[in-house]
């Protein structure tokens, strides 16, 4: 499986972005796809996840409520509708498809991020 992610870019505090992950492959409705973020210096941060068949998601405790994965299987496509964006939102965000968990160990493949920049 490869993955695309897209969709980052700069935005001021308050405002929303949606990423996508374009996956190549006929087995992409097979696996669990998650985003992940990262800073400099720190290490990738859990941020969602959705299971196979969306039926099932997790979120990192504090996101909830601003943050909302789906996925759609006919379009191989996966996505993070990102609200009331904040300056610590501030990461290269990144998509995965493995197991349905919140650990970046369970997922095989990843994408290669995608900027997203919030301004006070």
């Known amino acids: 499986v490869q993955l695309q992610a897209s969709g980052g870019g700069l935005v001021q505090a308050g405002g929303s972005l949606r990423l996508s992950c374009a996956a190549s492959?006929?087995?992409?409705?097979?696996?669990?796809m998650g985003w992940f973020r990262q800073t400099p210096g720190k290490e990738r941060e859990f941020v969602a996840t959705?299971?196979?068949?969306?039926?099932?998601?997790v979120y990192a405790d504090s996101l909830k409520g601003r943050f909302t994965i789906s996925r759609d299987n006919t379009k191989n496509t996966v996505y993070l509708q990102m609200n009331s964006l904040k300056p610590e939102d501030t990461a290269v965000y990144y998509c995965a498809a493995g197991f349905y968990g919140t650990n970046s160990h369970e997922y095989m493949y990843w994408g290669q991020g995608t900027k997203v920049t919030v301004s006070s």
């Open positions: 959705i299971s196979w068949g969306g039926g099932s998601t």
């Open positions: 492959g006929r087995t992409f409705s097979s696996y669990a």
